[in-house]
């Protein structure tokens, strides 16, 4: 485990010392926003923490219940449940209600997949109406197949509708999914499924990435080789290539729609009623899986997308997108469950940003019009190197405000967005949250908030954000600590799905009373929060969260590897980079090949996004004497070849000397 705490935030954190430029709201924009000033925003921040179930019972009626609730919040802490008694479906208000409203016919998401095949990419809109018989049918579908109420459903697809569909579906059924990311390998399937004890995988044939194809069936395919609990596996034609598809275990999902009726009315679920797992890294080799409910997670995703992405359904012209994977909280949240039930067609996209050039983001802005666009630094720092001619090709006059999320946001990655991508007139709302919270946390609200380039802000309404001491105690101005959340907020996380001891240890050990979130912070005198990485070996890879153990366990598990530590460093790109330090068996050869062969041994093991930049061998990992590995130590060599910081709790002072010695990889 760690030694001492971690600066992974990378080289942004110098810079954002220092940034003192202000952005107020766009005058334009402030007049039509629904919070159009500082005091209003400071006037109902105010109230929703000092009244939650006054400010949330009234947003939570802005939602669809099948029966309302009888109290707004029981808080025994670190449990909290909202709405209490309250029914409610996600899929009823994401879908069947703009069709009970009239608006059947309103397009709810727009999907372009990433071929361009004569110069026209794939594209398919879904209305409302289209959602609800498609999802009818597909809730039907996992009927057949035994799904139940309560039961969970892992889904392991590419960006394509029918993924917004499946989830959307078990929604409709009552059954929780849980949503693998496409990138991720055989391996991470089987500990998924098996932790969430999941009987049916829903996946495809194949998932269009930069003009390859993922082969998402066959990972499952070998997933299920090392696991039994699987009994059914639907998969989706999407790239036509072939599949191997096991009698009595897998069918197609067109054979099984074909069949299946569109009516299927919504589960009466319990505000409480488990929505979904997601599994998230923390600082064990073994992912999360992280529990939200369905009524508070509704509710401040809703309320978070309408106010943050200042939504408008009355505007015909409104098109949000959301250039996250569904199989991160990103997407979950701000793809599918927040925005839908704001009635404003979302835009799913399949592919990578550069294919089959780089400036494939901002045809499609301009093809479709899109007016509010949500990205990660880690893009905007790819799309920086590309070169603004690809921006220049491009009318981007419909976007009105931008959003980032994923990490700190360096200050020049800031000025890039805001210049080239928003003409200096759109507001862009920095985002601070994570899986466990939900929904945003800490962000600028577009029509109120002076922004800061590199800090979130401010935090939203019911959100009791603060930069504390490890006592507890609020630092001062332009002091760091750790970034806490003093209550409870509607779409906390309920749990760790069968671990309840780590979620206790995890969030709720650290600062007594408050939810520890990993994150280290200050508060600067204006009383903006600047969030500068976190704290714990949880390294955020490309705007995705990793834990270093992880990627050491993953190395252990290669029969040459003794012992593995692995660091995050910071990179141009990916924010943070990964360096993993190896200690090979006894009668190993350190060789070139060996090397490669680790690296891609942990992208079978993980993914790809878990492939060290750097690898090295070395003869043994600097630990301290109670036999801790001393990360800041590896960080440092392997940021600069150099080792200047304190040493004097290490334990073997040779081994810095033989590790100098090694070359990089
Ligand atoms: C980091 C993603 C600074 C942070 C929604 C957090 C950020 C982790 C920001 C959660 C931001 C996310 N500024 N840091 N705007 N947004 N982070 O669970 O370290 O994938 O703890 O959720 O990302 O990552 P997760």
């Known amino acids: 485990m760690s030694e001492g705490k971690s600066t992974t935030g990378g080289g942004a954190v110098e810079s954002v010392q220092q940034e003192t430029r202000k952005f107020p709201p766009p005058a334009g924009f402030a007049s039509g926003a629904h919070i159009n000033s500082m005091e209003q925003y400071e006037q109902m921040h105010r109230e929703s923490l000092e009244d939650p179930d006054k400010f949330w019972g009234e947003k939570a009626a802005e939602l669809h219940w099948f029966k309302k609730w009888s109290r707004v919040l029981e808080w025994n802490l670190p449990d909290a449940k909202w709405f209490i008694g309250g029914k409610l479906n996600a899929c009823y208000n994401c879908v069947d209600r703009q069709v009970d409203a009239g608006q059947g016919d309103k397009t709810a998401i727009v999907w372009e997949g990433e071929p361009i095949e004569n110069g026209q990419p794939e594209v398919r809109n879904l209305t409302y109406n289209d959602l609800k018989r498609e999802t009818s ?280 967005y805001h210049r080239m991508i928003g003409s200096e007139r759109c507001p862009i709302v920095d ?57 409870p907020w509607p779409s906390m996380l309920r749990g760790i799905y069968g671990d309840r001891q780590r979620f206790i240890d995890t969030y709720w050990s650290e600062i007594e009373g408050f939810y520890f979130a990993g994150d280290g912070a200050r508060k600067d005198g204006d009383g903006n929060i600047w969030v500068t990485g976190r704290v714990d070996d949880v390294i955020n890879v490309s705007g995705h969260r990793l834990g270093t153990a992880e990627v050491e366990s993953a190395l252990v598990s290669h029969p040459s590897v003794a012992e593995a530590a692995v660091v995050g460093i910071p990179h141009e790109i990916k924010g943070t980079g990964i360096a993993a330090f190896v200690t090979l068996k006894g009668g190993q050869e350190p060789t070139d090949a060996l090397k490669k062969e680790l690296i891609a041994h942990v992208g079978k093991e993980i993914g790809a996004i878990a492939k060290p930049d750097q690898l090295r061998f070395a003869e043994g990992v600097p630990k301290t004497r109670s036999g801790k590995i001393m990360r800041r130590l590896l960080r440092e060599l392997a940021t600069s070849g150099e080792v200047k910081g304190d040493t004097t709790t290490l334990e073997d002072f040779n081994v810095i000397a033989k590790l100098k010695g090694k070359d990089e990889g």
């Not at 989830?167 to 059954?175: E, K, N, T, W, Y």
Request: net charge negative; with cysteine.
């Open 137 to 416: 049918k597909f809730a039907n579908v996992l009927k057949s197949l035994g799904v139940k109420k309560g039961d969970r459903v892992t889904l392991y697809m590419p960006m394509v509708p029918e993924l917004a569909i499946a989830m959307l579906a078990c929604a409709r059924v009552g059954a929780a999914h849980s949503i693998i990311f496409g990138g991720f390998s055989a391996s991470a399937i089987k500990d998924r499924v098996e932790d969430a004890h999941s009987k049916v995988i829903i996946t495809a044939d194949g998932g269009w990435r930069r003009g390859k194809i993922v082969p998402l069936k066959q990972n499952v395919d070998d997933a299920l080789e090392m696991t039994d609990v699987v009994e059914n596996v639907v998969t989706l034609k999407r790239t036509d290539n072939e599949v191997a598809m096991k009698a009595g275990r897998d069918q197609w999902w067109h054979e099984l729609m074909d069949g299946a009726s569109d009516d299927c009315p919504c589960e009466e679920m319990d505000s409480e009623d488990l929505l979904f797992i997601l599994y998230t890294s923390g600082t064990t080799g073994k992912p999360k899986g992280i529990m939200h409910t369905t009524g508070g997670y509704m509710v401040y995703t809703y309320l978070t997308s309408k106010y943050v992405f200042d939504l408008h359904p009355e505007n015909e012209d409104e098109l949000y997108w959301c250039t996250a994977d569904i199989g991160w909280i990103t997407g979950h949240s701000y793809i599918i469950y927040g925005i839908l039930p704001n009635a404003v067609p979302t835009l799913m996209y399949e592919g990578g940003p550069n294919f089959p050039a780089e400036d494939r983001f901002w045809d499609i802005v301009e093809r479709h019009k899109v007016t509010k666009f949500y990205t990660a630094p880690t893009a905007i720092r790819a799309f920086m190197k590309w070169g603004e001619e690809h921006v220049k090709k491009h009318d981007l006059s419909s976007l009105q405000l931008l959003g980032t999320v994923g990490e700190p946001i360096n200050p020049e990655a800031w000025m890039w």
């Open 431 to 487: 985002t601070w949250w994570q899986t466990e919270t939900g929904g945003h946390m800490l962000t600028p609200l577009p029509g109120a908030t002076t922004a800061v380039p590199g800090s979130a802000t401010r935090p939203f309404f019911g959100a009791d954000v603060a930069v504390v001491e490890k006592d507890g105690t609020e630092v001062g101005p332009n002091e760091s600590g750790l970034l806490v959340i003093r209550k």
